[in-house]
């Protein structure tokens, strides 16, 4: 080891001992910064990572590398001592070791210099670390290679350039074998074997933070192959062509050969293996999590997990299939083979081709793929099929990737979430196959079925409603096996009074009719261990309508079962468009389309009165014009234990087709005294922020008596753009968020008293330089105010604005004490005269054509919620508007990505399925800059200029004072 240290000791001594240490990094740093915040227009791209920095790095290592191998074994060669080293008592592979290790320091030094640029972004937003050790990494071993090849090609000539060529040439091939100008040409299975050779792109793995053996062991293998051809390079100088050293020159070649074949071998063994890697990122986003594992290591039947590829597919898509594989093949491994995992090409099966087109409609996607002489269009198939039983989720391209446009107009195409994408088909495959004996048989806690019945007061419609429930309650105890209990409550006879009931059920008797001063009992209640659940019941059902209300409480309370999410959106669209009998448009068909990923999706019509029993989680969507009958059904839904999830503010979009410009009105009728007394109040204002998202609008210039219109981005401080800053991060509805626009967006407030006993969490903030506008005026008027186009609030008005609220918790009703808008009914419109008198005494009455109408009411008005009651508010619909969606896709922005990932997040913390959240939550994001000037940004970049300046003076200073106190060199120690 002393030998392999004292050769490279000499080699840095001549290095510094003259300028082209400095000369060779000062040349590499230049060119990495300027790749860095010109080419990759670091701050235009506004995340806080440095893949621009490693994007070039292969390329940029190639030259370095070039450079400072050329000179190695060619200049020993022009100026004649190689002759000398040869004689040295030193083996050849020491020698090797010392040049090698001497240059690799060299690059070392190149590649710390350039940390002034992640210290920057790490200062600037929240960087996640590993890619970044991932990357620098990366950039040694692939370096190493580079190393061992231009130290061969430096042996073979006495000429430094022609050296330099041959090296850049050499590490050119083996970067071009795995980039996408060839790989297109060869499809899935030769763009794979290509994309295994090429160093380009084995560094792309490594540099997104995932440290595999198969990347470490290539680049090892092919440093090691160049040393092995070196040494023989050099030995073979030493060779003479006689008969006597014909042995020993074969033995040589026959060792070279099998080690070679050794490391093929190995190459080839390794690459067959997906799960020896290490995943340096902040949340492990490349491997599979624990969640995922625990919900794929029991499963009782075999689930297939089926990939389509076709071998010829688009380009972009190309490189992403060797990923989508991995992931797969860990669902396999990781449920001891419940998973079968699978790969075809349905273009050589037509069977198999007809099954996905017929059974599942997988279809295959034309993509046109344009080459340098021609455009062409291919069908191919991207897809990907989870099945469990009769059930199945198929996931297509648009469903798994991410497009990212980049300031040279090429397209960055990513996996989005693989492992969310995956893990939540699954769930839904999974527990839509599930029965109800499956829920059974996993509750391990004690289930009882009560009734309680006054069967003597009752009236005679729910006479017979007794007997139902028992039927049902005997079927379902058969299908429990023994784990359903039942148990019947008389109040009248029974040891349980009215106080007793009220305490331990929180029930009450219900009045026969509104008029009447006779009452009964007629509950049907479900416990699981300590939980209780009340079932509705109403006159008019029946034995099966009876068993869904049980069954929808059951798997409400149970987990394996695929929840139901009920949406309530306004009628929208021009009263013309209805008075021609066409259908309004719907300004919420983005959030429509992405909730049925995970849930089934159901459209709630309030004006019954009540919510049906199977909804787990209720979305208002701006709601406005509601009756008092429909915000009572949201009430008591809130107080049966649901979750009701309200965007509501005080003003929405005023989508008049007729109008030139947008509006935006004031809400009525919606529930913002609902909310109100539930400790939430919904101001009747707006906010503006600083800090907000730019809003496109078309500008007229003058050009040399020309007017050209053009869009322009703007400050627009209605597009409160909030960052990690403004959330509470420790809230797991904030999970994977990066940032979040609120459009048009109401300030709330909290009754702290009216939400005692309750979790409560505030969600989202905005920034302190924010002011509430109580106008309706959404126009900016940049004449009168040039900076922001509104008018500033005062500096001591300016503050954080509460904009989004979660609580859970107890609950009171609304309605305590005011009228049961059920009563509307009965009392709209004129009665009959003896109307109470017939109610009093039928519980119904007979109107003019005698029919009778009942009067009873469906239930007792709840008071007071569970505990596990959940209310989330939001002081903006429109963040999930289509209009506004439509906005920033025009402007080439995806922060509607982050609008429809908040309100995903709400919803499964609003159905607490916490599995999906831990998934998503780890998930790769883009992590956003903080907000900047450009004077800042200016600042900042010069920054890293002067930081690399000074190193490099460093360097000089250093390699000078060598060569002032440059002495004989030992090359060995005495």
């Known amino acids: ?73 060619s200049e020993e060669q022009r100026m004649g001592t190689m002759e000398i080293l040869m004689t040295l008592p030193v083996k050849l592979s020491q020698l090797v070791a010392g040049k090698f290790l001497a240059v690799l320091t060299l690059v070392t030094v190149a590649l710390l210099l350039t940390a002034g640029l992640p210290l920057t972004v790490s200062l600037l937003g929240d960087m996640d670390w590993g890619p970044v050790f991932g990357g620098y990494l990366g950039a040694l071993l692939m370096a190493s290679a580079y190393i061992a090849i231009g130290l061969f090609i430096s042996s073979r000539t006495d000429n430094q350039i022609i050296a330099l060529i041959l090296t850049v040439l050499l590490s050119s091939f083996f970067y071009l074998l795995g980039s996408s100008g060839l790989t297109n040409f060869m499809g899935n299975t030769g763009g794979e074997l290509l994309r295994s050779l090429g160093t380009g792109s084995r560094f792309a793995s490594i540099e997104r933070g995932v440290i595999d053996l198969r990347d470490l062991v290539y680049y090892f293998s092919l440093a090691a192959f160049f040393m092995m051809l070196n040494i023989i390079s050099l030995e073979a100088k030493r060779w003479s062509s006689g008969d006597n050293t014909a042995p020993y020159r074969r033995g040589i070649i026959i060792s070279a050969v099998l080690i070679s074949l050794n490391l093929l071998a190995l190459n080839l063994w390794l690459n067959q293996t997906n799960y020896l890697r290490l995943d340096l990122t902040e949340n492990c986003e490349y491997s599979l999590s624990t969640t995922s594992r625990e919900l794929i290591a029991n499963l009782p039947e075999p689930l297939i997990l089926r990939g389509y590829f076709s071998d010829k597919t688009h380009p972009l898509l190309s490189p992403l299939v060797p990923r989508i594989k991995d992931l797969m093949h860990e669902y396999g491994i990781a449920s001891n083979r419940r998973v079968e995992v699978s790969f075809i090409d349905p273009k050589y099966d037509a069977e198999l081709e007809a099954e996905a087109n017929q059974q599942y409609g997988i279809k295959p996607v034309p993509f046109q793929v344009a080459g340098r002489y021609e455009a062409s269009v291919v069908n191919s198939y991207f897809n990907i099929l989870i099945k469990y039983g009769d059930q199945h989720v198929t996931l297509g391209f648009n469903d798994i990737i991410e497009i990212q446009p980049r300031n040279d107009g090429q397209m960055d195409v990513s996996l989005r979430n693989l492992e969310y994408d995956l893990s939540k088909s699954i769930k839904k495959a999974v527990y839509g196959f599930q029965s109800l004996a499956a829920i059974f048989e996993k509750i391990d806690q004690d289930i009882t079925l009560t009734t309680v019945v006054t069967p003597t007061s009752l009236p005679e419609q729910l006479a017979s409603m007794p007997e139902q429930i028992e039927k049902v309650a005997a079927e379902l105890q058969k299908e429990a096996m023994g784990k359903l209990n039942l148990q019947k409550i008389d109040p009248e006879h029974g040891t349980l009074g009215q106080e007793e009931l009220k305490d331990l059920y929180g029930i009450e008797p219900m009045a026969v009719s509104f008029f009447s001063q006779d009452s009964f009992y007629l509950y049907l209640l479900l416990s699981i261990g300590e939980k209780t659940e009340s079932i509705y019941l109403s006159g008019d059902m029946g034995e099966a309508e009876i068993r869904n209300e049980i069954e929808a409480v059951l798997k409400k309370t149970s987990s394996g079962f695929l929840k139901t999410i009920g949406l309530w959106t306004p009628e929208a669209g021009d009263p013309q468009m209805a008075m021609m009998q066409q259908a309004p448009p719907s300004q919420y068909q983005a959030i429509q389309q992405v909730l049925p990923e995970n849930y089934n999706l159901e459209k709630v019509d309030l004006s019954s009165g009540r919510v049906a029993g199977e909804i787990d989680a209720l979305i208002l969507a701006a709601p406005q014009e509601l009756s008092d009958l429909e915000r009572f059904a949201v009430d008591q839904y809130l107080m049966r234990g649901g979750a009701v999830i309200a965007l509501t503010g005080s003003y929405v979009l005023d989508l008049d087709p007729y109008a030139q410009s947008l509006n935006v009105k004031k809400v009525k009728n919606g529930i913002t005294e609902l909310l109100s007394h539930y400790g939430i109040t919904v101001a009747e204002s707006l906010v503006l922020d600083r800090q907000n998202e730019p809003f496109p609008v078309p500008v007229t210039r003058d050009i040399g008596g020309f007017s050209i219109q053009e869009i322009q981005r703007v400050d627009y401080p209605f597009f409160v753009d ?253």
Do not use: C
Not at 725 to 744: F, L, Q, R
Not at 750 to 762: A, F, P, V
Not at 958 to 971: F, N, V
């Open 722 to 974: 909030i960052r990690p800053d403004g959330m509470d991060k420790e809230s797991p509805v904030m999970a994977n968020i990066p940032a979040v626009t609120m459009n048009w967006v109401s300030p709330l407030s909290i009754d702290s008293e009216k939400n005692k006993g309750r979790k409560l969490n505030t969600l989202l903030r905005s920034s302190a330089n924010s002011w509430p506008s109580s106008g309706s005026n959404i126009q900016p008027d940049f004449e009168l105010y040039p900076e922001l186009g509104f008018a500033q609030g005062e500096a001591d008005s300016m503050e954080s604005q509460i904009l989004a609220i979660s609580s859970q918790g107890s609950f009171s009703s609304f309605f305590t004490d005011k009228d049961d808008p059920r009563q509307e009914k009965l009392n709209a419109g004129p009665a009959p005269l003896d109307m109470e008198e017939d109610i009093a005494t039928n519980g119904s009455y007979e109107d003019s054509d005698n029919q009778a109408q009942p009067t009873l009411p469906d239930t007792p008005l709840i008071k007071k919620s569970p505990d596990s009651s959940r209310l989330v508010v939001v002081g903006s619909s429109e963040f999930i508007n289509d209009t506004v969606i439509s906005i920033s896709q025009s402007m080439n922005q995806d922060r509607f990505l982050n609008s429809l990932g908040f309100l995903q997040n709400i919803v499964d913390w609003s159905v607490e399925d916490e599995e999906l959240l831990v998934i998503r939550s780890r998930g790769a994001h883009a992590r956003i800059l903080q907000p900047m000037s450009r004077q800042e940004q200016t600042f900042w970049e010069w920054l890293n200029y002067g930081f690399a300046l000074l190193a490099l003076l460093a360097v000089s200073l250093y390699g000078g004072m060598r060569r002032r106190k440059e002495k004989p060199i030992e090359l060995l120690p005495s």
């Open 1 to 73: 080891m002393n030998k392999i240290l004292s050769i490279a000791k000499k080699e840095l001594k001549a290095y510094f001992g003259s300028p082209m240490a400095a000369l060779f990094i000062g040349a590499f740093l230049l060119a990495t910064l300027f790749s860095f915040f010109w080419l990759e227009t670091f701050f235009a791209r506004n995340t806080a990572d440095i893949r621009p920095l490693f994007r070039w790095m292969p390329l940029l290592m190639i030259f370095l590398v070039s450079a400072l191998t050329m000179r190695q074994w």
